[in-house]
């Protein structure tokens, strides 16, 4: 229960902190963080828990994480749906707040930092592109923890390596799909838009856990020695 409770946490802290700053942030011109620090964001609420939490849990925070780090030898899978059920509901519970807070001077939800493609796409990607975008940065992404993370590999930068990443993840995908990498990131925020958002979900699950999937096997063959 504890794990499940850092899981909550954690991406409740991730959907707070990286689509917060998007929304209640980015878009104000004496702010003006943009792009740059909307990734920057994402990437620093990953490396927190991480440290904060991730002695508790593992610090996954997105049911690609947990899928790929059992495909690599890294999870046990009896598992995998408490940890996947912990982070959505963390998420939209932190989608929740956000939304009490976003809307607490009158202001429209918009969008609310949903992840998506065509009319969803910040520049206007097709779904083609948005998959194949979120397929390859989640790849990357599990390749990058499955690294740090290994028995060999100095693993008290891990934190720092896997946050670092994911800034970069952000940096490279937002304007095609508002970056995902994280089906619960994304079933949060659709929850509260629905219409299109949700019509888009199921690539936001499909093409993260498939590119979380090529990873794991990937980096097994890489290093097959269990960490």
């Not at 794990?3 to 902190?17: D, P, R």
């Not at 002695?55 to 994480?65: E, L, M, Y």
């Not at 959505?88 to 809307?103: D, E, K, M, N, Q």
Request: charged letters at 5%; aromatic letters at 12%.
């Amino acid at each position: 229960m504890k794990k499940l409770v850092a899981e909550f946490i954690g991406t409740l802290w991730l959907v707070l902190g990286g689509c917060g700053s998007a929304m209640l942030a980015a878009g104000y011109p004496e702010v003006g963080i943009g792009f740059m620090g909307v990734a920057l964001a994402f990437g620093l609420t990953v490396l927190t828990m991480a440290y904060a939490v991730g002695h508790i849990s593992g610090g996954h925070f997105n049911p690609a994480v947990t899928i790929g780090l059992w495909i690599g030898g890294r999870f046990n899978v009896k598992d995998i749906f408490p940890y996947i059920i912990a982070q959505v509901l963390g998420g939209i519970v932190g989608a929740g707040i956000l939304y009490l807070i976003v809307t607490g001077n009158g202001s429209d939800i918009g969008t609310f930092a949903a992840n998506g493609y065509e009319n969803l796409s910040p520049g206007g990607y097709n779904m083609t592109a948005a998959l194949l975008t979120e397929v390859v940065m989640t790849f990357m992404f599990l390749i990058i923890i499955l690294g740090a993370t290994h028995k060999n590999a100095n693993t008290k930068f891990a934190g720092i390596a896997i946050g670092l990443g994911l800034t970069l993840i952000h940096l490279i995908s937002i304007p095609v799909t508002n970056t995902s990498v994280n089906p619960a990131r994304s079933t949060s925020q659709a929850f509260f838009v629905g219409g299109d958002a949700l019509g888009q979900l199921w690539l936001f699950w499909v093409a993260p856990i498939l590119g979380a999937i090529l990873a794991g096997m990937v980096y097994k063959y890489l290093a097959p020695n269990k960490a």
